[in-house]
């Protein structure tokens, strides 16, 4: 394949990707005593039996690194007026969780407000191109009745069923 069709092809991917609504997470683990937490879009359920998720991993990054040595993270589900939150862990610093209101559940980071939440244990983490894919064991959730962030075509929404007719 020619450079100018790899090129094509990379742009289109991206368009292609924009056009897929997906969740927001902040995906968080302890570095020693120091919570650390990372906005992604790319996680999804995997097992029902047993209950399993899959978060995709930037190579780079810095949760992943504590990943790997402490075999176990969070998923905070966000809520739909979570967008700021989204912002804050979606840059590189150990001062993320600065005035962000959390606690400690099952060892993990968990931040309030969010609408779902899940303590996984690693069951193994899988190269996939520039990223790693962290397979997860849920060890422990929680569930508010709270509307999801979203992200599609670069921007944060919320989700809303279709009107039935009567
Ligand atoms: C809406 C949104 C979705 C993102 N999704 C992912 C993702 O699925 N995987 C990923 O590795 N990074 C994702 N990022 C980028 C990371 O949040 C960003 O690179 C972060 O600085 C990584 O921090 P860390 O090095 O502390 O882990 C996303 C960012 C935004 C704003």
Not at 59 to 76: C, E, H, P
Not at 84 to 109: H, N, Q, T
Request: glycine letters at 8%; proline letters at 4%.
């Amino acid at each position: 394949m020619s450079e100018t069709v790899i090129d094509q092809v990379a742009l289109e991917f991206r368009e292609v990707m924009a056009r897929v609504c997906t969740p927001v997470a902040v995906i968080t683990a302890f570095d020693d005593q120091r919570p650390h937490g990372t906005t992604v879009s790319a996680f999804t359920s995997l097992s029902m039996g047993p209950p399993m998720v899959l978060v995709s991993l930037d190579r780079g990054s810095d949760l992943l690194a504590i990943i790997r040595r402490t075999g176990r993270f969070g998923v905070n589900v966000l809520a739909h007026d979570q967008a700021d939150v989204a912002m804050r862990f979606a840059r590189k610093g150990a001062d993320k969780f600065d005035g962000i209101v959390w606690s400690e559940s099952s060892a993990l980071p968990r931040l309030d407000g969010t609408s779902g939440w899940l303590a996984c244990t690693t069951e193994s983490l899988v190269d996939g191109g520039d990223h790693v894919v962290a397979l997860g064991n849920i060890a422990a959730t929680g569930v508010a009745p709270v509307a999801p962030l979203t992200y599609h075509d670069r921007v944060f929404g919320t989700h809303r069923a279709f009107e039935v007719a009567s």
